[in-house]
């Protein structure tokens, strides 16, 4: 069902900048805010970026999001080891009148 | 804080109906809107529906004919029900809360509920 397209894997090493994408189409990421969650093993999706490019308060300033047509990125600076985990992106789509999840990347630092 | 707990049945048999409730605090369930979402084991999320603060529900179309999700104010809790399960609804159910921007806030721990016979 998914139609937010994100590359299932990334990976960085410590200090770097990795950016995650997220590809949708006119009826979601166009027109909709775009979200993002980091989840750990084990736990529960965390939300670090809403409405494409806020950060909820206690997200690290180094997780930035952005948005320009009917793409969205995520991007994660001075990449830490703590940060491996899995990034999904989601939007509403006015089409299918749901929320919609990208299909995750995994991130790993080396 | 907002804390959510969900509770129910860790096992279904197929066909049957799983029920599962969310128990909220630090917040009224009828200030929000409230979703579910399922992630089966090894995948991503998926989304199965919410319910506005106004009482509209709005389900995922994957699975609008077998689900329904309500709230008791009463209780402050919100429910989920799912009709006629298959091995495919073997997951973690999460309940969370929903901005109107339609990002989630606050999520439950998750439970795992298992089809099998």
């Known amino acids: 069902q998914s139609v937010l397209t994100q590359a299932p894997s990334a990976s960085g090493t410590p200090g770097q900048r990795v950016t995650i994408s997220c590809s949708g189409g006119?009826?979601?990421?166009?027109?909709?805010?775009v979200n993002w969650y980091q989840q750990l093993p084990g736990t529960a999706p965390k939300l670090i970026i809403y409405d494409n490019d806020q950060r909820p308060s206690g997200v690290p300033a180094r997780f930035s999001g952005s948005k320009s047509g009917t793409s969205a990125s995520l991007a994660i600076s001075g990449l830490q080891s703590e940060d491996e985990a899995d990034y999904y992106c989601?939007?509403?789509?006015?089409?299918?009148?749901?929320?919609?999840f990208g299909g995750g990347t995994k991130l790993t630092v080396l | 804080q907002v804390q959510l707990q969900e509770s129910g049945p860790r096992l279904a048999k197929p066909s049957e109906t799983l029920s599962l409730t969310c128990t909220v605090s630090g917040g009224s369930v009828s200030a929000y809107h409230w979703s579910w979402i399922r992630q089966p084991p090894g995948k991503g999320p998926e989304w199965i529906g919410y319910?506005?603060?106004?009482?509209?529900?709005y389900y995922n179309p994957s699975l609008k004919s077998r689900v329904t999700i309500s709230v008791d104010t009463s209780k402050n809790h919100l429910s989920l029900k799912l009709n006629s399960v298959i091995a495919a609804d073997t997951a973690v159910y999460f309940c969370v809360r929903m901005t109107p921007q339609t990002s989630f806030d606050h999520w439950g721990q998750g439970t795992l509920v298992t089809v099998s016979s």
């Open positions: 989601a939007a509403w789509d006015d089409s299918q009148i749901c929320v919609l």
């Open positions: 006119s009826s979601n990421i166009e027109r909709n805010p």
């Open positions: 319910i506005h603060y106004g009482g509209n529900t």
